[in-house]
């Protein structure tokens, strides 16, 4: 995530497979993941954040919400880059999918 001054985010919730969630449903409920970014974090090229692994399987979708950026009245993001691993299929029922 990229980002500069009072623009940039400051708390990022990030929710996996709920692609018809609302601006009070992402208030209301928990995130799978909620980043808490300081200035430094969004400057240069960024800072990566590591995600916990087990509670991103099985994506479809992702919805991202900007809860609060550091004082200014919008939110702006210059660049958000998202890495990841396709899992490839096991071939036994019951085995979990391996990272390819």
């Known amino acids: 995530l990229l980002s500069t001054g ?3 985010p400051a708390v990022v919730k990030l929710f996996v497979n709920r692609p018809e969630f609302g601006f009070d ?3 209301a409920e928990e995130a799978t993941e909620t980043l808490n970014l300081c200035l430094a974090d969004l400057q240069d090229e960024g800072t990566l954040k590591v995600l916990r692994a087990a509670r991103f ?7 991202v919400f900007v ?3 550091h004082g200014a009245a919008v939110t702006r993001v210059s660049r958000l880059e998202l890495l990841g691993r396709k899992a490839v299929a096991s071939k036994s029922p019951g085995q979990r999918a391996k990272e390819g």
């Open 67 to 69: 809860e609060e950026n």
């Open 6 to 8: 009072d623009e940039a």
């Open 25 to 27: 449903d992402c208030e």
């Open 57 to 63: 399987q099985g994506v479809h979708s992702l919805q």
